[in-house]
Structures are given as structure tokens and as C-alpha cells.
């Protein structure tokens, strides 16, 4: 989940051993597998990483009700775009379409482009589907967001592995700063 700003490939996590001196750094595989002439993305040390992530998930907990009331905003923004295009608005079209393609054929009518229009809709109802599916997988994210930010009272202290793999959507290594985006679609930037 870990990003290089300059050509979009991920990094790695490496041993590095530096003239015998042990330690894990975090590396954009463009620059591994090709050089500094193909992406001179800076390497970083995983402590320093980690420290970025505790930071951002803190400064979400800091601005606690300010994220809250954005992940509220998000929710309804979800909800209302599941309005507008539904699968049963569609469905309920296709049903008129139907029963108009039978009465054309008939009454030996032309119904080429209701066929037609029946296809696109067919589409549309699976592409709704598919949104609708989406937008549940959104609304369950923002959800285990605020139940985080409702249960954790205090500063997270140490790295944990597994609620940053439960919160953090992705983590992009810019030079000066870290951008940590969560799964809720909230960003947060984090100077390394
Ligand atoms: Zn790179």
C-alpha cells in the first residue's frame, strides 16, 4: 500500500545492509529494478514510515470531530448518488420496455430500437449493480472508521500492523512529507 509520487509504482520492502550495518527500508521498485535515472524516488527507512502512519492515524484521532462530521458528509454523498441511479429505476424502465417491445411485435411494428434501448438499459441495471455494490463496500469502510475513531480514547502509542491494515487505504512517499489515505477516503499529510 505503499506509493512513489514520481512514477506511480509501488515500493518495496527491503534488507538493506549497508556496510554491515542491518536495516528494512522501503524502496519504489521502478528505482530498484531500473536505477535513479528511471525514478530518483528518495528511500526510506521503515521506522520512519511506521512513525508517519501513528502520526496520521493520531492526527485523525486529534481532529476527531471535524473527521467525524466529514465521514457523516461522505456517507450521505454515498447515499445519495445510490438515489439517483438505482438498479429498481432501471429495472422499472426495462418492465415498461418489455411490454412495449410486445405490443410492437405484435401489431408487426418496427421495434428495433426498443430492443436496442432494452440492451443499453440490460448494461446500465448491471453497471448500477455493480455501483451499488461499491457504495456498500464504501459505507462499511467510513463505518469501521468512526467505530475507531469512537473507541479509541487515547493517542495510538505503537505501530500496529493490523489496524493499519484495517484503516489505511494507501501511503504515498512524497520528498518533505508522507500522504496517508484511508480506507474512508480521508487524507491526511504528514510531514516525515
Ligand atoms: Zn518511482
Sequence with gaps: MVY??????????I?????????IVWRCCTRVEHGPEKCDAPTIQESELQAAVIKAINTALGNR????????ENVEAVIRQGDESSAENIEARLEELQKELLRRANS????NSV????DHLRELKQKALTESAEREGVKKRIAEMREFLDSQATEVLEY???LVRRLVEKITVYDERFEVEFKSSMTVDVIG
Excluded at 4 to 13: N, S, W
Excluded at 18 to 23: L, M, V
Excluded at 65 to 72: R, T
Excluded at 108 to 111: E, F, L, R, S, V
Design 15 to 23: 534488507a538493506w545492509n549497508n556496510r554491515g550495518k542491518h536495516s
Design 160 to 162: 500496529d500492523e493490523q
Design 65 to 72: 470531530d471535524s473527521m467525524m462530521a466529514a465521514l457523516q
Design 4 to 13: 512513489c509520487p514520481k512514477c506511480g509504482d509501488i515500493y518495496r520492502r
Design 108 to 111: 408487426k411494428k418496427d421495434y
Design 115 to 118: 430492443a436496442d434501448e432494452i
